[in-house]
Each structure stands twice: as C-alpha cells, then as structure tokens.
C-alpha cells in the first residue's frame, strides 16, 4: 500500500505531489457571507501536508483560500519542506501596464504572506483583447526578479497556448478541466504538450463528485446545491445525457470492481496515466469529507489494455464536449456553474472605438491608432451599411511588435483575434463573415494557417481565397482581410 502520492517535477525546480488538493471549495462554504476560521482551515491542510498532499492549488477568486494557505505557510517559513501554494490571479481584460501586473502579483504575495509565489497561474477571459500577451511578457520579467517561481497559465485552448511559447515566454503548465467526460485535453493541447515539454494541471477529475459509487445507478438529480455540481451537471448534460454517464459509470465500476479500487480511483488514474498530465487536482472540502485514503490507491494499480478497452466503449457512446479547452468559459455552450457568460463577456471593453464619417450618413470606420492609418489613408475597418470591411490584418502587437516570427499558424490565430474584435466593436462577430483573404509569405506554410483559419470558420464556411504573395511588408508570415454582413435589424 502506497502511503504518499508520487511526485513529479514542474518546471526547473518545483517538485509536486500528482495530486494536488484544490482549495476552491472554501468559495463555495463561504458562499453564506461567513468566512472560515482561518487557522482551523489551516489546521486541516496541515494534515494533508502532513500525509504528503503537499502542493495546494487555489486563486484570487477562492474566498479565502490564499489567506487560509497563508496561515499554513507561515508555520514552515522559508524551509526547503515548506508545502507549495498555486494560486491564479484572473484579471478583468484592460490595458496590462507593468504596474497593473506587479499589483496582481503583489496583492498575491501579500495574501500568502510569501516572498515568492511558487507558481503564478494566469487566466483571460477573452483572447480578442490582446492585453494578454502583455501580460504574461510582465509576468516573465517578474520571474526574473524573483517574485514568481514558475508561470502557468489557465483554460487556455491549444491555440493560443501555441502563440505564447511561439512567443518564448516561459510556461510551464496549463490548468485545464479534463475527465472521462471531459476528454478535449486528450487531443490537440497534449500533442502541443509533448512537443514543448509544457505539462496539465487537471482539475474537474471526478466531476464534482458525480464520478462515484454514491451516482451509480442513481436517477437523474432534480436539484443541485452548490457550484461545483452544478457546472459538471452541464458537462454531463453536453456529454450526452444521464443515461450515458450512467453506462459510463457502469465501465468504471466494472474496473474498480477488478482491480479492488474505487469509481474515482479509475477516473482520476485514466487521467493520471494522459503523459502530458503532470497532476490531478482534488478538492478539499474543509472540515467535512476528507479522502486522502481512499486517493493513495491511485498509485497501487495502472489500467491496463483490457481496462481502456472497456473505457474507450463506454467513451463511444457519450458525446465530445465542444470546442477546445477554455471555451466553456468564452462561448457557448456555456459550461460553468453560472451558465451563460455572454452577459460578462458583453462588458469587457473594445480595444477599437467606431467613429461616424463626417458627412456620410451610416457609415462608420475605426482605427487601432497605428501611425500608419492616417500616413496611408485607411482605417482598421469600415462599416457601410450592414457590410463590415477589415482592412488586411497582421500579427502586429503594440505600436510594431510581431507576435511569433516565423509561426505562419500562430501568427493566424493572432491575426484572427485582432479581426474578431474590429467585427464585435461594429457590433458584428465571426458568424457574420461572408468572405476571407489569406495572403502567405510562403506559399508551403499553408498548412498551419489553414488549421488556424478552420479552427473559427469551420462551421461558418464564408468563401475564401488564400494567395502565395512574393513579399508582406514588415517580414510577417501572413495577412488576413475580412468581409462581414449583418444580419439586418
């Protein structure tokens, strides 16, 4: 019998425990305007440091779970066996300035009463506002000063994961949701993985709790108190229904049964065994169900051939949660314990801001402030009418950065994010695109783009014409324009 999880090294120097106990369910106690008592919280993850679950994950966003893990590493100070504390810091999209990111990281350091942060976890709600990239550029100087161990980021898709190590900033992971019903982190974003030594942080492993024996056999619950349930309730439901999560239910409990473990030991260890998966994440409910016995059996069996064929029939008849990783946070099918964030989403503000031609009634043009618009005499884009027009686009960041040199398909998605947020300032989006234009630097780099481009306008098919050009001004890889319609009102 195991008696401590395995460990794992993220990064240079981190060495985790491969479960990680989440702490965001101190949100959801707390939910009542009551916090916890901080140093009896603290008290409960001294025992799991204690057992071995020495690496604790939470975010600015978790009540008081930073100051909770505060209160704990205040008991060890600067020791080599000191627990690790992850925390995410999540901003609302704006202008990323160095000061508006040393303040984030501040206000984490302070809260955890620590002068490093072992591993600051970036998320962002909207890749259309490209103060992401800045941010993450400030969080790399940060690192250098000291003031963060390691990088990662969060519920980012595998695009846009692609541009920022294109962009060789320094990440080490990427916390993404990922189960047996949740198997999107399997594909495209572990290939990514095994390419650049980047590595998963998983959370949502046993759905809340609905993946155990406690579900099994179970009608269709007509309520659900708290958060977590709720949103793996709508993954359960995009996955195909209670019917099929119950015949998944079913397969893991036919290899439970076998191996003398229990449904969440065969969940989490399918997830666990994912290469690219450096560790689980398994929350701690404070003060109530502890299941640290019952989760150091993940390390005393491994599936084998016959166990993931009885999985993969299961995994046959359930739907694929759409998208990639990270969308259910940035269009729908909005699969959060809130439902639809569009209405958030709504408020974050353009980066583009349409103007009225003087003179020309229902016609409006917008400028990204770029000092070459008014020297050539053109504008970002133009809207007549109901017909949008984006003028060619390229992966220019700031006043003459160029995101990803020599990354024809990570210059794509960046390009086409920039696109996305003229469209939505004209009140417009994607879905309303008739026609695209790639112009390409190298006319065999057409693969990658093609991907990036089909990756937004796979379901919106506008006719589109793709051109070999002999030269793009400014050394990019690629240049995109765009027609949009709108649908009259």
């Not at 809340?208 to 359960?236: H, N, Q, T, V």
């Not at 269009?331 to 408020?347: I, N, V, Y």
């Amino acid at each position: 019998m195991t008696t401590r999880p395995e460990t794992t090294k993220l990064g240079f120097d981190l060495e985790i425990s491969r479960i990680l106990t989440g702490l965001w369910q101190i949100a959801d106690i707390e939910k009542d305007g009551k916090p916890v008592d901080l140093d009896a919280a603290a008290d409960h993850l001294a025992d799991y440091a204690a057992a071995g679950f020495t690496t604790f994950d939470m975010a600015d966003h978790y009540g008081n779970a930073e100051l909770v893990a505060g209160r704990l590493l205040a008991r060890y100070g600067e020791g080599a066996d000191r627990p690790l504390a992850f925390t995410k810091w999540c901003p609302e999209p704006g202008p990323m300035t160095e000061e508006v990111v040393r303040a984030g990281v501040q206000e984490r350091l302070d809260r955890l009463g620590v002068s490093r942060v072992d591993l600051l976890q970036f998320h962002w709600w909207t890749f259309e506002h490209p103060g992401w990239l800045d941010a993450l550029k400030h969080l790399a100087q940060l690192r250098e000063e000291g003031l963060i161990g390691e990088i990662g980021v969060t519920n980012f898709d595998t695009a846009h994961l692609h541009v920022a190590l294109a962009e060789n900033l320094p990440i080490v992971s990427n916390q993404v949701s990922f189960s047996v019903v949740d198997r999107r982190a399997a594909g495209a974003l572990s290939d990514l993985c095994a390419r650049t030594g980047v590595r998963l942080l998983a959370y949502g492993t046993l759905c809340g709790g609905f993946l155990s024996e406690r579900w099994l056999g179970k009608r269709e619950p007509a309520e659900i108190a708290d958060w977590s349930r709720m949103k793996y309730r709508r993954f359960i439901d995009a996955a195909g229904g209670w019917e099929a999560f119950q015949a998944l239910l079913a397969a893991l409990d036919a290899v439970a049964r076998k191996h003398g473990v229990s449904i969440s030991n065969v969940a989490t260890r399918w997830v666990l065994e994912t290469p690219s998966v450096a560790g689980v994440i398994i929350g701690a409910r404070i003060g109530e169900s502890e299941h640290r016995a019952d989760n150091l059996k993940l390390f005393g069996f491994a599936l084998d051939d016959e166990d993931r064929a009885t999985l993969e029939e299961a995994f046959a008849g359930m739907a694929p949660i759409p998208g990639d990783c990270g969308d259910e946070y940035r269009r729908p099918p909005f699969l959060t314990a809130s439902g639809d964030l569009s209405h958030h989403l709504e408020k974050i503000p353009s980066i583009y801001q349409p103007e009225p031609v003087p003179g020309r009634a229902n016609r409006w043009l917008l400028s990204s402030g770029s000092i070459w618009e008014p020297l050539a005499g053109f504008s970002r884009a133009m809207r007549v009418g109901d017909r949008i027009l984006v003028s060619g686009t390229t992966a220019t960041h700031g006043a003459d950065h160029c995101v990803a040199p020599g990354d024809a398909e990570a210059q794509t998605t960046y390009v086409l994010d920039k696109i996305a947020a003229a469209l939505a300032a004209f009140g417009a989006s994607m879905q309303d695109v008739v026609r695209t234009r790639v112009y390409l630097q190298d006319v065999g780099a057409w693969e990658g783009p093609s991907r990036a481009h089909g990756r937004v306008f796979g379901d919106i098919r506008p006719a589109n014409t793709t051109l070999a050009v002999g030269s793009l001004i400014g050394g990019y890889e690629v240049e995109i324009e765009v027609e949009a319609i709108v649908d009259p009102q």
